[in-house]
C-alpha cells in the first residue's frame, strides 16, 4: 500500500515537472519579445482607444500589408466579429530597390508576397531599434530560386532591401505583434505589394515585365477585400495559392509542395463567387482605363527605392522617389506637418543610382535640341531697316496683328517665338548626350517642384540674331537655383550656402545604415 502511494507520489511529481517545462518554454518565447525596456513598451493609450471604438481587443489577432508605391504599412485587427478592419496606417520611412519581387542577395529589393511572422522573428535586440523578420524567402520564393536573407520591418529610417519605419513607428507596430501573440496568435500574415492592386495602378503598370506576379498575388488581396479574413495559403507549381480546401469525397487534406504538381483542391464557393465578381468589376474598370490611354508608369528609371511624401517634406532636397505623393499636395504643403517619429541625421532620401543612370541610354525626350521649322511658316528676323509704309493707322494694325503684317521682323519689331526655335544648320548640335548630361537630367526630373520646361528653354541653343540693339551684358546662370527646391523652415540660412549641388547625395554619417549593415539587425 505504502509503496503504491510512493508510486502515485512519483508518477505526480514527474507530470508537474513536464508541465512545468512546457510551461517555461511558452514562456520562454513570451519573454524573449520583451527582454528590454524598448520591447517592453504599452501600446499606447490612444490606440487602445481606437480599439475599443472599433470593437477590437487588446490581444485580438493582427495582419500586416505593406505598399511600396503609396509608402505606407497598413495594421489590420480582428474585430469581435471575426472579421478584421484597418486599426492604423503608418507612413513608411523608406524602402529599397524598385517595384517588384526580391530575386537574390544583395539586389537592395524590398520582398513583396505573403510572409508569416512568428514570435522568433520578432527581434527585441535589433541594432534598428526594434525588429521583425518578413521570412523571406518563403516556399515560393526557394521554389524559384531566390535567394536573401534577414529582410526586415524595423527602425532607424535607412533600407537596403528591407521596409524601415522611425523608431517611435517600429515600436508601436512591435506592441501590437507582442500583444498578439500573448492573446494565442501563432503568427501573423504580412503582405507585401508593389501598389494598392486596384484596376488604375494595374492599367498604369500593364507593361511591367512583373506583371504576371502581380496578378498572381492580387489573387490573395481580392481574397481578403472580398471575405475580410486571413487567406490561408499555399504554394504548389511554382505558383500562390489561397483558401485552399479538400474536395467534398476526400479524406484528408491536400499536401501542397511548391515545387510539385498541385494537389486536388477546391475553394469555397462563397469565396470562390465573391472573388470572381469583384475580378470581374476590376477587368471591365481595367479594360476601360486602357482604352481610355492611361498613361503607362515609367520603368527603370534608376531610383532608389521610395519614402513617403510626409518625410520627404522634412528633409533638405527630399524625394518621394518611386513612391507617389498624394494628387495636388506638394512637399512645401507637407513642410509644417508633424512627422510621425524622428527623422534620424544620416538618413538618405531616395535619389537616382548614379551608375545605373550613367550606363542608361539617354531618354527619347532628352536633351532638347532646335530643328530648322519650315520657311515658310517661320518669321526670321533679320537687320534690313523696315518698310516705310501706309500711315497712323496702317502702323496701329501691323503692331496690333491685324491685316496683311509682314513676314519679315524689323529691327525694331519683336521676333515670334517660332524664331527662337529656329537655327541655321551650322549651329545644330550633333554631339551625343554625355553620362554627366544623361545624370543632369535623371538628377533634376526627380527634384519636387522641377519645371523641365524652364531647363528646356535654357538649355536650347539661342539663334544668331542681329539687331540694332547693342548686346545686353550677359545674366548671370540661374539655372541651380532653378533646380533647387525651397528650403525648410526648419533649415537654416547658413543651410542654403552649403554649396551642394541639388540631387546629389548627402554625406553619409559613420552611423549610417551602410556601414552598420553587417551588424545583426
Known amino acids: 500500500m505504502i509503496s503504491r502511494s510512493l508510486a502515485r507520489a512519483l508518477l505526480a511529481s514527474v507530470a508537474l515537472m513536464t508541465a512545468g517545462v512546457l510551461l517555461t518554454g511558452c514562456d520562454t518565447d513570451q519573454v524573449s519579445l520583451a527582454t528590454n525596456a524598448k520591447a517592453n513598451q504599452p501600446v499606447p493609450p490612444k490606440l487602445i482607444a481606437a480599439m475599443a471604438e472599433k470593437d477590437m481587443d487588446l490581444q485580438s489577432p493582427i495582419l500586416v500589408r505593406l505598399f511600396k508605391q503609396e509608402a505606407e504599412l497598413e495594421v489590420w485587427k480582428q474585430t469581435r466579429s471575426g472579421q478584421f478592419a484597418l486599426l492604423k496606417t503608418y507612413p513608411i520611412c523608406r524602402w529599397s530597390g524598385d517595384l517588384g519581387p526580391k530575386v537574390r542577395e544583395g539586389d537592395r529589393q524590398a520582398p513583396e508576397g505573403f510572409y508569416s511572422i512568428n514570435p522568433s522573428q520578432m527581434n527585441p535586440q535589433s541594432a534598428y531599434y526594434l525588429s521583425f523578420n518578413t521570412g523571406y524567402p518563403n ?16 527602425g532607424d529610417c535607412s533600407s537596403r532591401g528591407c521596409y524601415a519605419m522611425t523608431d517611435e513607428q517600429i515600436a508601436e507596430i512591435y506592441s501590437l505583434g ?8 501563432k503568427a501573423f500574415q504580412l503582405q507585401a505589394y508593389p501598389f494598392k492592386m486596384t484596376p488604375v495602378n494595374m492599367a498604369k503598370h500593364r507593361n511591367n515585365p512583373n506583371m504576371p506576379f502581380w496578378k498572381m498575388i492580387k489573387e490573395g488581396y481580392d481574397h481578403f477585400e472580398v471575405t475580410r479574413q486571413e487567406p490561408k495559403v499555399d504554394f504548389c507549381e511554382k505558383k500562390y495559392v489561397f483558401d485552399a480546401a479538400k474536395p467534398a469525397d476526400a479524406k484528408r487534406d491536400p499536401v501542397f509542395d ?48 521610395g519614402m513617403n511624401k510626409i518625410f520627404a517634406a522634412k528633409i533638405p532636397e527630399g524625394s518621394t522617389g518611386l513612391s507617389e505623393s498624394a494628387e495636388g499636395t506638394t512637399l512645401q504643403m507637407l513642410a509644417m506637418a508633424k512627422a510621425p517619429g524622428t527623422i534620424p541625421g544620416h538618413v538618405n532620401p531616395p535619389k537616382p543610382n548614379l551608375d545605373a543612370v550613367a550606363s542608361a541610354p539617354a531618354p527619347r525626350e532628352e536633351p532638347v535640341v532646335a530643328v530648322s521649322a519650315p520657311a515658310a511658316n517661320t518669321r526670321v528676323a533679320t537687320a ?41 544648320p551650322a549651329q545644330t548640335s550633333t554631339t551625343p548626350p554625355t553620362a554627366a548630361s544623361r545624370l543632369k537630367a535623371a538628377v533634376t526630373r526627380f527634384v519636387p517642384g522641377h519645371d523641365k520646361s524652364k531647363d528646356a528653354a ?5 539663334p544668331a540674331v542681329a539687331t540694332a540693339k547693342p548686346a545686353e551684358p550677359p545674366k548671370p546662370d540661374t539655372r541651380l537655383a532653378a533646380t533647387r527646391p525651397a528650403l525648410k523652415p526648419s533649415m ?27 551588424a545583426m539587425k
Open 139 to 154: 516556399a515560393f520564393d526557394k521554389a524559384l530560386g531566390r535567394t536573401g536573407s534577414q529582410l526586415m520591418v524595423h
Open 458 to 462: 535654357k538649355d536650347a541653343p539661342k
Open 258 to 305: 511548391a515545387s510539385a504538381k498541385c494537389p486536388a483542391y477546391v475553394i469555397p464557393e462563397d469565396i470562390a463567387s465573391a472573388v470572381r465578381e469583384k475580378q470581374a468589376k476590376d477587368e471591365t474598370e481595367y479594360a476601360r482605363l486602357v482604352a481610355k490611354g492611361t498613361p503607362v508608369a515609367r520603368m527603370n528609371t534608376g531610383i532608389d527605392g
Open 384 to 424: 534690313a531697316p523696315a518698310e516705310k509704309s501706309g500711315g497712323f493707322f496702317s502702323n496701329l494694325g501691323r503692331k496690333m496683328g491685324l491685316g496683311a503684317a509682314d513676314t519679315t521682323a524689323t529691327a525694331t519689331a519683336t521676333p515670334a517665338p517660332q524664331a527662337t526655335a529656329s537655327v541655321a
Open 178 to 185: 507582442r500583444e498578439s501573440f500573448f492573446g494565442g496568435q
Open 492 to 518: 537654416s540660412d547658413g543651410a542654403a550656402d552649403s554649396g551642394q549641388m541639388a540631387g546629389a547625395a548627402p554625406v553619409v554619417q559613420s552611423n549610417s545604415f551602410e556601414s552598420r549593415f553587417g
